[in-house]
């Protein structure tokens, strides 16, 4: 528990993708829903939950703790009193969102803990303002986990992650799983790390000062809440969270320091948060009561003497009596081990556990095999090397030890707990602290991971290119052998078939995009040498071929009901992968279930990559305006050679029969294989000659070429190129478009229907006429200046 309240209200499908998606976001361990979604049938949304979130426990409350005004008296009593009136506008009209919250706090209430007045983070977080990622491409592109191994670190955020703070990692596992889209934030991230780069002396200091950090989160929570049944173990905790956060606080001037020199807005704000006047007056309270030379320590021993000489000596005079009765307990101890070790001649160490308190301690080779005087009791052995045993005086000692520290503790807590309740005047700016480090730690993280790999800063456009862009997580595994590929993708290349054969590389390609795309709406540098995006809206990825088991689905099934998913939630800004769709069923059929799904994919404008072994599939599209085809190359030397170069080229792959290569490789009869062959090489040739005899054919390669010019003059236009510059590059485009429009006719009167020759020229004047009128629309939509006009 962080001691933050997140209040969302979410408009979302029949599928709950927004909803479950948030869940994720927050993993978490309790789930509250009314009882009214159980009895007397369970609801949609709670089936539903269950399935995505099967470890969450599911628990029941009353439907009458979602109450509308009791969740405003619930802000009103723990918000932060300077947040009061913001988080009354931002929630106002939200009536589920308040009853959600009144329900929650209820039931910590009655079940946990109470929190202080006016002490508890509250803020309202809609579903927008981030990119909307999908279960199974969580699982797929191994954000958070390897598929392979749970606990390996070959992930996207085992990457990620070289945060010195558990609030820095909390915040990038949040920030992983829901990417912002706010191209002003995720600059002002760029310009932060950016300018750690370039100052690696600044860097090294943030580190260095971040590397003492306690987790603050955590320790704040701990701060404001306040146990239904106080006890002797709360009085201790809380002298040691006062502790903490003395310690805490003094590690927080370093970080100040060290962005002395920060120029990015970003270090600006943050290095403002840590400064002085946010820290001092909390400072100034435990300086009143705690002493100054008391710091925090993990020895049990430590801890305990801490905890007993933690309040300021003058303080309390009872508690000054009390605390000068345990020193001489102990003292009593020591003189008591002293002793026995004199008159017993054995080199006695004394020892200390919390649950035992002092003990007396051997090694074997000092007793050999003499057995221990009767004066020692609790004989243990510790795996042959160690004995371990107290005295009954001992015991006694400890036993006064124990009382005399309980005596200290209850006098010191009215101290400890007055100043619990002051600090809590001032947590609301404790917490602003913690999340400056925090957003600090992460950015800090990402230098260090640019500065051990060639990473470069992405921009924010409307196209999508990436110059020889890598997979992050298998760039790490196989560094010296991996291949980079480029990407373009544009509304007129929005949707790319890549096609080749097994093991090509086809599926790592696909996941390197949505994954550099994560990246960069997180705010890092990014695995390429140049980068564009736009800003993703939702990312799907459908590439798993797993059957899944435990929900008694198939292969086809499963792929069926993600895809059918993504249709359902798909839009223009949407980038999609999909490797191998419609492999599950019969050939015919699976070619017609993915030519129509990528036909409702091309539609949505969404920017989708689809690989596929599907031949057809890709010549049937390669004419459909916005579609590209690429393959990932593969080199043939002999017929029973076959080298994967990993490298991605345009086209559609090349009929080099792949398939008839592996069966000759694996030794099929030389006979079957001529035979084969054959067939193949006769059926390619006639479908080669129907697709050159189609009049629509031609026509959709037109209109291509002309669309194409189309966003070529928008890009100049929005480019920075120079006038004499951009009149010298037009004018090569305008060559290139006559050439290859010219090839175009030629080949119209090359293929055209021998018995049709007439109605083939006249076919070719009207489509001339037609690109005419359309490239004369282009030059006027484009609006390039005169200088260019003139070129062209």
Not at 326 to 339: F, P, Q, R, W
Not at 705 to 722: S, Y
Request: glycine content about 4%.
């Amino acid at each position: 528990m962080t001691g933050e309240c997140v209040l969302s209200e979410i408009c979302d499908s029949q599928t709950y993708v927004r909803t479950m998606h948030k869940l994720s976001v927050f993993d978490p361990t309790e789930i509250l829903v009314p009882n009214t979604a159980v009895i007397p049938r369970k609801s949609t949304l709670l089936s539903i939950t269950e399935h995505y979130l099967p470890g969450a426990v599911i628990t029941q409350v009353p439907r009458k703790y979602y109450n509308e005004q009791m969740g405003h008296d619930y802000i009103q009593q723990l918000a932060f009193s300077d947040d009061i009136a913001g988080i009354k506008v931002a929630v106002s009209a939200k009536f589920y969102a308040i009853s959600a919250a009144a329900a929650a706090l209820k039931h910590v209430e009655l079940s946990y803990t109470r929190f202080a007045l006016n002490s508890l983070r509250i803020k309202y977080q809609g579903s927008e303002g981030s990119m909307l990622i999908d279960f199974s491409a969580v699982h797929s592109l191994e954000l958070i986990q390897n598929l392979q191994n749970a606990k390996s670190a070959d992930c996207l955020f085992g990457l990620l992650n070289n945060t010195l703070t558990a609030m820095g990692a909390r915040l990038l596992r949040s920030n992983v799983l829901q990417p912002l889209t706010d191209v002003s934030t995720l600059n002002a991230r760029l310009d932060a790390l950016e300018e750690f780069t370039q100052h690696e002396e600044m860097f090294f200091q943030t580190r260095q000062a971040l590397k003492p950090f306690l987790d603050m989160d955590r320790l704040l929570t701990a701060l404001i809440t306040i146990p239904v049944k106080p006890s002797l173990k709360h009085s201790e905790q809380s002298v040691n969270n006062i502790i903490i956060l003395k310690q805490t606080l003094s590690c927080v001037i370093p970080v100040y320091e060290s962005l002395a020199s920060a120029r990015s807005e970003l270090l600006v704000v943050i290095r403002t948060l840590c400064g002085a006047d946010r820290i001092e007056p909390v400072m100034n309270l435990i300086s009143d009561v705690i002493n100054e030379d008391i710091a925090f320590s993990k020895s049990p021993l430590d801890l305990r003497n801490q905890r007993c000489y933690a309040v300021n000596s003058g303080v309390n005079g009872l508690l000054d009596v009390a605390r000068q009765t345990y020193k001489e307990a102990t003292e009593d101890v020591h003189s008591l081990v002293a002793g026995l070790a004199v008159e017993h001649d054995l080199p006695l160490e004394l020892k200390f556990e919390v649950g035992r308190g002092y003990y007396l301690r051997l090694s074997t080779s000092d007793i050999e095999d003499k057995p221990l005087p009767p004066v020692f009791v609790n004989v243990v052995v510790r795996k042959k090397v160690a004995v371990e045993f107290t005295t009954l005086e001992l015991v006694k000692r400890n036993a006064k030890i124990g009382d005399s520290l309980t005596e200290v503790l209850l006098m010191s807590d009215k101290s400890v707990q007055q100043l619990v309740e002051d600090i809590r005047k001032e947590i609301s700016s404790l917490y602003k602290v913690c999340e400056g480090i925090a957003m600090l730690d992460m950015i800090v993280s990402f230098a260090h991971l640019c500065t051990v790999q060639d990473y470069v800063r992405p921009e924010f456009t409307d196209t999508l290119a990436i110059k020889a862009g890598r997979h992050p997580i298998r760039e790490k595994i196989h560094r010296d052998r991996f291949i980079p590929n480029d990407v373009y993708a544009s509304q007129q290349s929005r949707f790319q078939i890549i096609t080749g054969c097994n093991m090509s590389g086809k599926s790592t390609y696909l996941r390197s995009i949505a994954l550099t795309a994560v990246i960069a709406q997180i705010g890092s540098f990014v695995p390429a040498q140049y980068a564009s995006f736009p800003i993703t809206q939702q990312l799907f990825a459908r590439v798993s071929m797993d059957d899944g088991i435990e929900a008694n689905a198939s292969t086809f099934a499963s792929e069926m009901r993600e895809t059918a998913f993504i249709l359902r939630n798909l839009g223009k800004g949407s980038l999609i992968i999909m490797d191998e769709l419609g492999r599950g069923t019969s050939t015919r059929d699976g070619l017609a279930l993915a030519l129509a799904v990528c036909e409702a994919l091309i539609e949505s404008r969404a920017f989708v990559w689809f690989a596929t072994h599907f031949r057809d599939l890709a010549s049937i599209l390669a004419e459909r305006a916005g579609v590209v085809n690429l393959h990932l190359q593969v080199e043939m030397k002999d017929p029973n050679t076959m080298t994967m170069l990993y490298k991605v080229i345009d086209g559609s792959v090349q009929d080099q029969h792949y398939g008839l290569a592996l069966a000759r490789i694996v030794g099929l009869p030389w006979g079957v294989l001529e035979k084969a062959t054959l067939v193949s090489k006769m059926l390619s040739g006639r479908l080669e000659k129907q697709k050159r005899k189609s009049k629509a054919l031609h026509l959709s390669r037109r209109r291509n070429l002309v669309l194409k010019l189309k966003e070529t003059l928008f890009q100049a236009r929005d480019g920075n190129m120079d006038e004499n510059a951009l009149r010298s590059w037009l004018a090569k485009v305008q060559d290139e478009f006559v050439t290859r429009m010219t090839k175009l006719s030629e080949d119209i009167v090359a293929d055209g229907d021998d018995e049709n020759e007439e109605n083939g020229d006249q076919y070719i004047e009207n489509q001339q006429e037609r690109d005419n009128e359309i490239a004369s629309d282009i030059a006027g939509d484009s609006d390039l200046d005169g200088g260019a006009d003139q070129g062209c």
